[in-house]
């Protein structure tokens, strides 16, 4: 496999009253296509902020990062953040729209009805069909990452940025969620980095996982996790693979 | 819970008139000051069936709508410029420092001698007492836009124009409708302020109009019509059009302020 996305040598600070105070410590690691690759950490890590400079919302300090050679320096469709919070999706749009949103400005000129399609198209995957006029407001927090997810997909992204996306939901909608994402990463190949401070988490999603350490944020360790999908929690292998990364 | 405060209002006001029309019959005061409601009901009927009161509620209206409107899409291109120049937003909240304290009725003599009488006089007045509430909401509204809104826009695409009016302006909605309530009290002030200073062209004038040249003939159930309607309209936009349309989006969306 060859390198697709390279984080090189990204350092950042934030600035505070006494002086900057250090966020990431020269990061550096590469992530191959169509990889699902976790960022494990505890918070504080700086995991959340080297998304968002992957993402392009968030300048470096020092080092850049790399998508095929060529260095990203704005945000765009091709990595779409799905963010932890709830409040992701536009609250004057309705489900449906919020979807739609996400294919006008993909650059397509695509006609209202074709959008639309596609739209439900997506929706279904994340099985939201039965919600498409609600507006954010009514929907639960599982469903709206749902929805956040399924117009991230619709964008058509090559890689997908995803912030600890389940992060508060209850553990039962986070298992399904997980299972979902497989799901939808099986049939798409996209490329997907995902942080999470979930061990388990990582685990059951990822192909390799970053472990990430704190004060200031810097790679510990890169680890492969070969465990055979589909992938269960109670497995004896899976157990050990945790013992092992807990007592790191 | 809403039925309950509907007729508790009622109740009230039923007590209120029962209470005039009480110190009527007492007989202390002249008729003439202190017209029975029947008359002042009979007058507000009359004059709305005969169109001379109609006619002058449809200028005051026409007049006040054209006034928020244009308001509205100068504050929104103000609030633009201001967004993507920082000189523009500097100027923008000088002004707005400036010209918002100013209450309208303080610019009609200038208004008087610069535009004279007449519609465009009012409009003036109507357009300065409802742009600086509405550009003051809207700065604000914009700066309290949760990032989140815009950071999806960007990474979907949207630059510049389409950010401002696909995320900014939705997002910033229930500062702008909050201004647009402001905007409303105070248009609806000025404008009968105005009507009653500048007088009328042709015989219309407007309701400020309608009262001021009702009292110069002492006709005081014609004063007191003409009062309630403002009343009724007063209540009817604040109560009616801006919950309907306050209703339909930002409560359904859940972001009211």
């Not at chain 2, 209470?19 to 202390?28: K, M, N, V």
């Not at chain 2, 702008?176 to 402001?182: E, F, P, Q, T, V």
Request: glycine letters at 8%; aromatic letters at 10%.
């Amino acid at each position: 496999m060859k390198k697709y996305l390279s984080i090189e040598n990204v350092c950042m600070s934030y600035e505070g009253n006494k002086g900057g105070k250090k966020v990431l410590e020269d990061i550096s690691f590469s992530v191959f296509k169509g990889e699902f690759l976790a960022l494990l950490g505890p918070s504080g890590c700086g995991k959340t902020s080297l998304l968002k400079i992957i993402a392009s919302f968030l300048k470096t300090e020092r080092g850049a990062v790399y998508k095929e050679g060529k260095r990203l320096t704005g945000p765009g469709p091709d990595r779409i953040m799905v963010f932890q919070e709830f409040t992701q999706l536009f609250p004057w749009k309705t489900v449906l729209d919020n979807v739609i949103f996400a294919i006008r400005t993909g650059g397509n000129n695509k006609d209202s009805s074709e959008k639309k399609e596609i739209a439900q198209y997506y929706l279904e995957k994340v099985e939201l069909s039965d919600v498409l006029d609600y507006y954010p407001a009514q929907l639960s927090g599982g469903m709206k990452q749902r929805a956040a997810l399924a117009r991230a997909l619709a964008a058509d992204p090559e890689i997908l940025l995803m912030d600890e996306p389940f992060g508060s939901l209850d553990s039962q909608t986070r298992r399904k969620l997980q299972d979902l994402l497989i799901n939808i990463w099986q049939e798409d190949q996209k490329t997907i980095l995902f942080v999470t401070h979930d061990l388990e988490e990582a685990l059951i999603l990822a192909d390799r996982i970053i472990l990430m350490d704190k004060n200031p944020g810097r790679v510990k360790r890169i680890m492969e996790n070969n465990l055979k999908r589909p992938r269960h929690r109670r497995n004896v292998e899976f157990v050990q693979h945790y013992e092992t990364i807990s007592s790191l | 819970m809403k039925n309950n405060k509907i007729i508790q209002r009622i109740f009230w006001i039923f007590l209120l008139a029962l209470l005039w029309q009480i110190l009527f019959w007492s007989g202390r005061f002249s008729t003439l000051v202190f017209p029975s409601l029947l008359e002042i009901g009979r007058t507000l009927i009359q004059a709305l069936i005969s169109g001379e009161l109609r006619q002058q509620l449809m200028f005051s209206l026409s007049i006040i709508l054209q006034g928020i409107l244009l308001s509205l899409f100068l504050a929104l291109f103000l609030s633009l410029i201001a967004q993507f120049s920082r000189i523009g937003a500097s100027l923008l909240d000088t002004l707005l420092a400036i010209s918002h304290p100013l209450p309208g009725i303080a610019l009609m003599p200038l208004v008087l001698i610069w535009i004279g009488i007449g519609k465009e006089a009012i409009l003036f007045i109507i357009i300065h007492s409802v742009l600086w509430p509405l550009v003051l909401n809207l700065r604000t509204g914009f700066s309290s836009i949760p990032a989140i809104y815009t950071l999806v826009g960007k990474n979907y695409g949207l630059k510049n124009l389409s950010l401002f009016f696909q995320i900014m302006v939705p997002a910033s909605l229930p500062y702008l409708l909050a201004g647009l309530k402001i905007g409303w009290a105070r248009a609806w002030r000025a404008l009968i302020s105005a009507e009653m200073l500048f007088g009328a062209i042709n015989s219309i004038g407007g309701l400020g109009w309608y009262i001021f040249q009702k009292r110069v003939f002492f006709d005081l159930p014609g004063v007191f019509a003409g009062i309630i309607l403002i009343i009724i309209i007063g209540v009817l936009v604040e109560d009616f059009i801006f919950s309907k349309i306050e209703k339909h989006t930002v409560i359904k969306w859940g972001i009211k302020l």
